[in-house]
């Protein structure tokens, strides 16, 4: 089982859809390896084809937050909602994309104690005000963000980001989705 990517069916790169064949090998040459999720998720390609259409529009934004900021996001609120493959995925991009080797780490195991920029602890509280328990959100959560210096953009950026990861994180979680072993060394060690 620990072998397992997936509880459900898994695919392979051959086995995609040619549109989503060439997205996922243009990340994996990136990469250098095929991250689990698409080979997890591969199986129901309508379903991956609009995961990686909505994380695309929200991940890979040019005007609103840094792409370092999106990350914290996804591994503050992966971490609140205890998912593995996000918190070790993400906190890959996270290192590399902050250049920091501890940041993902700290942020994953604490997000609420963890010592921020004014600007990082903005963007944490309220991604964690709307993944933890949305039903207490409020007005003043916003409140909180724009007085920590977030534009209206930014706000939404944190809560489109925060709502996919939510359904990432329940989609890991339904599938005990495993990360791949490169993830774990990627942003620690200098690239050779």
């Not at 390896?33 to 309508?46: D, E, I, K, S």
């Not at 993902?104 to 963007?123: C, G, K, S, Y």
């Not at 209206?152 to 359904?167: K, N, P, Q, S, Y």
């Amino acid at each position: 089982m620990a072998d397992e990517v997936s509880r459900f069916p898994v695919v392979g790169l051959e086995d995609l859809p040619e549109d989503l064949r060439r997205r996922v090998a243009a990340v994996a040459d990136k990469s250098g390896f095929v991250p689990n999720v698409f080979l997890a998720l591969g199986h129901r390609p309508a379903e991956l084809r609009a995961f990686m259409d909505y994380h695309d529009a929200v991940m890979e934004r040019e005007s609103g937050l840094s792409r370092a900021e999106r990350e914290l996001v996804v591994v503050a609120t992966s971490g609140a909602n205890s998912c593995t493959y996000c918190v070790v995925a993400h906190g890959a991009i996270l290192r590399i994309r902050a250049k920091d080797p501890q940041l993902a780490d700290r942020v994953a195991t604490n997000p609420w104690t963890v010592e921020l920029t004014d600007r990082q602890r903005a963007i944490v509280d309220l991604a964690l005000a709307l993944a933890v328990d949305p039903s207490t959100f409020t007005s003043e959560d916003l409140d909180n963000a724009r007085y920590g210096g977030l534009t209206e953009e930014e706000i939404w950026d944190v809560g489109a980001i925060t709502a996919l990861f939510a359904l990432s994180n329940r989609i890991a979680h339904l599938t005990s989705l495993r990360p791949n072993d490169e993830f774990y060394l990627m942003g620690r060690l200098p690239r050779g």
